[in-house]
């Protein structure tokens, strides 16, 4: 989609949520890779969610991880839009239990893609989203890898909880981890995915 038809749709779109938005229990957001749609992330920052009051399980996915810092002090621009995303929701949403969130490590090579992973500041983003939802039970962190190289999930998993209080939280059910297949080059493509027609997020992450 051009961007003038992402400029003529948001709004559209933004009506659309305002009548039906209070009936959604699950909201899946696909978003579009940056580098190969220059001028797509401003206008999902601009769609208004906030007559979705009784979502329970919000999906957004594929976030590419790439100029992340450890302290967090540089954020990429697909992880900016999620924040903004979620911070439109109904900041009283008591409805919602789950947050599903697909990322992509960047890294040219696997280990420097697992070291992404690693890095990457865990504690914190879950932390904020339990500041944000204060009903929220699980916060399940899928990751996506490319089986159409033959690649294993195995190191991505242990690359996760090597990061600080993943583990912890993993044992405590608060995080769960899902490795998502990708059999062509590209973000994950789960938008036909099982959970919009009743199965839980769970069954739709979870590594065959």
Not at 55 to 65: A, D, E, P, Q
Not at 80 to 98: F, G, R
Request: glycine share 6%; with cysteine.
């Amino acid at each position: 989609m051009s961007w003038r038809n992402r400029e003529a749709y948001t709004p559209f779109i933004s009506r659309f949520l305002q009548q039906v938005g209070p009936s959604l229990h699950h909201l899946f957001i696909k978003l579009s890779d940056p580098y190969l749609d220059f001028y797509c992330l401003p206008y999902y920052n601009s769609v208004d969610l906030s007559r979705c009051v009784n979502v329970r399980i919000i999906h957004i996915g594929t976030i590419t991880l790439d100029r992340i810092s450890r302290s967090g002090e540089e954020m990429s621009p697909m992880l900016s839009t999620m924040w903004t995303l979620l911070s439109n929701l109904a900041s009283n949403s008591p409805s919602l239990e789950e947050i599903v969130l697909i990322f992509g490590p960047s890294g040219e090579n696997l280990e420097k893609r697992a070291a992404e992973l690693e890095i990457f500041s865990w504690l914190d983003l879950v932390g904020r989203l339990q500041d944000m939802f204060q009903n929220l039970k699980t916060v399940a962190i899928g990751v996506g890898y490319y089986v159409v190289d033959g690649e294993k999930p195995g190191p991505y998993v242990e690359a996760l909880r090597r990061a600080p209080g993943i583990r912890q939280l993993e044992e405590k059910g608060i995080v769960v981890l899902r490795m998502i297949p990708w059999k062509k080059y590209g973000s994950a493509d789960v938008s036909n995915s099982p959970t919009q027609h009743g199965r839980s997020v769970r069954e739709v992450c979870r590594h065959p």
